[in-house]
T-cell receptor
């Protein structure tokens, strides 16, 4: 069945460095790719998303890139700060159907 | 605040019991998703309802059931509870446009089975 693979499962970076999290999806009909951030004990919240007709999107220190041919999309966080420490989930959605989450990446930003 | 509400926030019960978790979606959202998140685990998709009808099923146990009512609120029923059912249960609602489908999560219900 359709799935979304997410790597790495844990990532530690020094404060100020960049962090990259990668996801691969299997359903070529997927057209919406959100990223959620979940802080400890809290709800997941959308931080950035990208539609299939766009290759890259940036919002301040966060950017997402999409390669439809390879069915890859990635989250890039620059100038990481301690408050970026959280679990990040990618997801792939096909319109109003099939919302599939990745397995999550625990990011630790070391001060 | 996402606009999605869940009750109760915490629930402590014993093995073999039955509980009901409640979710009210954001105003105007027709779709409700339920997820289970065990300690340090990912989001396990359980079930999705759209405008009162079941749309998709994930890894939902037969001891679990859900429904969405005409006013669009949803309930997740967990029966014959086991220790392993202890987890955080989230519901989410979504806009579901053709190319935009952000999910808005509720605060979750933390279930502890003793």
């Amino acid at each position: 069945g359709e799935n979304v693979e997410q790597h790495p499962s844990t990532l530690s970076v020094q404060e100020g460095d960049s962090a990259v999290i990668k996801c691969t999806y299997s359903d070529s009909a997927s057209n919406y790719f959100p990223w959620y951030k979940q802080e400890l004990g809290k709800r997941p919240q959308l931080i950035i998303d990208i539609r299939s007709n766009v290759g890259e999107k940036k919002d301040q220190r966060i950017a997402v890139t999409l390669n439809k041919t390879a069915k890859h999309f990635s989250l890039h966080i620059t100038e990481t700060q301690p408050e970026d420490s959280a679990v990040y989930f990618c997801a792939a959605s096909q319109g109003t159907y099939k919302y599939i989450f990745g397995t999550g990446t625990r990011l630790k930003v070391l001060a | 605040d996402s606009g999605v509400t869940q009750t109760p926030k915490h629930l402590i019960t014993a093995t073999g019991q039955r509980v009901t978790l409640r979710c009210s979606p954001r105003s105007g959202d027709l779709s409700v998703y339920w997820y289970q998140q065990s300690l340090d685990q990912g989001l396990q998709f359980l079930i999705q309802y759209y405008n009162g009808e079941e749309r998709a099923k994930g890894n939902i146990l037969e001891r679990f059931s859900a429904q969405q009512f005409p006013d669009l609120h949803s309930e997740l029923n967990l029966s014959s509870l086991e220790l392993g059912d202890s987890a955080l249960y989230f519901c989410a609602s979504s806009v579901e446009l053709a190319d935009y489908n952000e999910q808005f999560f509720g605060p979750g219900t933390r279930l502890t089975v003793l």
